[in-house]
Protein backbone atom coordinates (compact mmCIF):
# COMPACT_ATOMS: atom_id res chain seq x y z
CA UNK A 1 0.00 0.00 0.00
CA UNK A 2 1.19 3.34 -0.75
CA UNK A 3 0.39 6.41 1.96
CA UNK A 4 1.34 9.62 2.08
CA UNK A 5 3.07 10.95 5.79
CA UNK A 6 2.96 14.64 6.79
CA UNK A 7 5.58 16.41 9.33
CA UNK A 8 6.38 19.78 10.39
CA UNK A 9 3.10 21.18 11.98
CA UNK A 10 2.97 23.10 15.18
CA UNK A 11 2.39 26.10 16.94
CA UNK A 12 4.13 29.31 15.56
CA UNK A 13 3.96 32.66 16.07
CA UNK A 14 2.35 35.19 13.78
CA UNK A 15 5.22 36.20 11.18
CA UNK A 16 7.23 33.51 11.73
CA UNK A 17 8.06 30.53 9.54
CA UNK A 18 7.69 26.84 9.16
CA UNK A 19 8.16 23.97 6.56
CA UNK A 20 6.22 21.20 5.93
CA UNK A 21 7.29 17.99 4.70
CA UNK A 22 4.81 15.35 2.83
CA UNK A 23 6.70 11.86 1.88
CA UNK A 24 5.29 8.81 -0.10
CA UNK A 25 6.04 5.63 1.21
CA UNK A 26 5.16 2.16 -0.20
CA UNK A 27 5.76 0.36 -3.61
CA UNK A 28 5.69 3.83 -5.88
CA UNK A 29 5.62 3.73 -9.49
CA UNK A 30 5.67 7.33 -10.06
CA UNK A 31 3.62 10.32 -9.04
CA UNK A 32 2.20 12.51 -10.69
CA UNK A 33 0.87 16.18 -9.32
CA UNK A 34 1.31 16.91 -5.65
CA UNK A 35 -0.18 19.05 -3.58
CA UNK A 36 -1.11 21.04 -0.44
CA UNK A 37 -4.57 22.18 0.97
CA UNK A 38 -5.74 23.12 4.08
CA UNK A 39 -9.07 22.92 6.22
CA UNK A 40 -10.26 25.37 9.42
CA UNK A 41 -12.73 24.79 11.51
CA UNK A 42 -15.71 25.69 9.27
CA UNK A 43 -14.51 26.08 6.63
CA UNK A 44 -14.36 24.51 3.37
CA UNK A 45 -11.26 22.40 1.98
CA UNK A 46 -9.04 24.59 0.04
CA UNK A 47 -6.04 24.75 -2.03
CA UNK A 48 -3.08 26.00 -0.81
CA UNK A 49 -0.36 25.35 -3.76
CA UNK A 50 0.52 22.26 -6.18
CA UNK A 51 3.31 21.53 -8.40
CA UNK A 52 3.69 19.37 -11.03
CA UNK A 53 6.19 16.50 -11.56
CA UNK A 54 8.24 19.10 -13.94
CA UNK A 55 8.12 21.96 -11.37
CA UNK A 56 5.38 24.15 -12.14
CA UNK A 57 3.57 25.47 -9.63
CA UNK A 58 0.27 26.82 -9.05
CA UNK A 59 -0.65 29.24 -5.74
CA UNK A 60 -4.21 30.13 -3.96
CA UNK A 61 -3.98 33.84 -4.02
CA UNK A 62 -3.73 34.53 -0.11
CA UNK A 63 -0.39 32.75 0.11
CA UNK A 64 1.10 33.78 -3.17
CA UNK A 65 4.58 34.95 -2.00
CA UNK A 66 4.50 33.93 1.33
CA UNK A 67 4.61 30.22 0.62
CA UNK A 68 6.81 28.05 -1.88
CA UNK A 69 6.32 24.65 -3.02
CA UNK A 70 8.60 22.32 -3.82
CA UNK A 71 8.78 18.79 -4.52
CA UNK A 72 12.25 16.22 -4.36
CA UNK A 73 11.34 13.53 -7.30
CA UNK A 74 14.26 11.17 -5.95
CA UNK A 75 12.76 11.06 -2.31
CA UNK A 76 9.45 11.17 -3.61
CA UNK A 77 8.49 14.11 -1.23
CA UNK A 78 6.98 17.29 -1.14
CA UNK A 79 7.64 20.44 1.04
CA UNK A 80 5.38 23.60 1.68
CA UNK A 81 7.85 26.45 3.17
CA UNK A 82 5.44 29.10 4.70
CA UNK A 83 6.85 32.32 5.85
CA UNK A 84 5.35 35.59 7.08
CA UNK A 85 2.57 33.10 8.51
CA UNK A 86 -0.67 34.81 9.83
CA UNK A 87 -3.68 33.88 11.97
CA UNK A 88 -5.65 33.00 9.42
CA UNK A 89 -3.25 30.29 8.28
CA UNK A 90 -4.31 28.24 11.08
CA UNK A 91 -5.82 25.19 9.23
CA UNK A 92 -4.76 21.53 9.44
CA UNK A 93 -2.92 21.05 6.63
CA UNK A 94 -3.08 18.07 4.04
CA UNK A 95 -0.43 16.33 1.70
CA UNK A 96 -2.15 14.96 -1.56
CA UNK A 97 -0.49 13.04 -4.42
CA UNK A 98 -1.80 11.22 -7.66
CA UNK A 99 -0.35 8.21 -6.96
CA UNK A 100 0.51 4.90 -9.38
CA UNK A 101 1.20 1.96 -7.33
CA UNK A 102 3.43 -0.66 -8.99
CA UNK A 103 0.75 -3.09 -8.74
CA UNK A 104 -1.33 -0.92 -10.46
CA UNK A 105 -1.94 0.62 -13.87
CA UNK A 106 -3.68 3.72 -13.12
CA UNK A 107 -3.06 6.74 -11.20
CA UNK A 108 -4.41 7.22 -7.38
CA UNK A 109 -5.75 10.53 -5.76
CA UNK A 110 -4.08 9.68 -2.37
CA UNK A 111 -4.60 12.35 0.96
CA UNK A 112 -2.02 12.37 3.97
CA UNK A 113 -3.78 12.49 7.53
CA UNK A 114 -3.20 16.07 7.71
CA UNK A 115 -0.74 17.84 9.94
CA UNK A 116 -2.07 20.67 12.11
CA UNK A 117 -0.52 24.20 12.08
CA UNK A 118 -0.89 27.06 15.08
CA UNK A 119 -0.23 30.53 14.15
CA UNK A 120 -0.72 32.51 17.39
CA UNK A 121 1.48 34.79 19.87
Known amino acids: QVQLVESGGGLVQPGGSLRLSCAAS????????MGWYRQAPGKERELVAR???????NYADSVKGRFTISRDNAKNTVYLQMSSLKPEDTAVYYC???????????????WGQGTRVTVSS
Open 96 to 110: NAVIRAVVTQYYINT
Open 26 to 33: GSIFSIND
Open 51 to 57: ITFAGIT
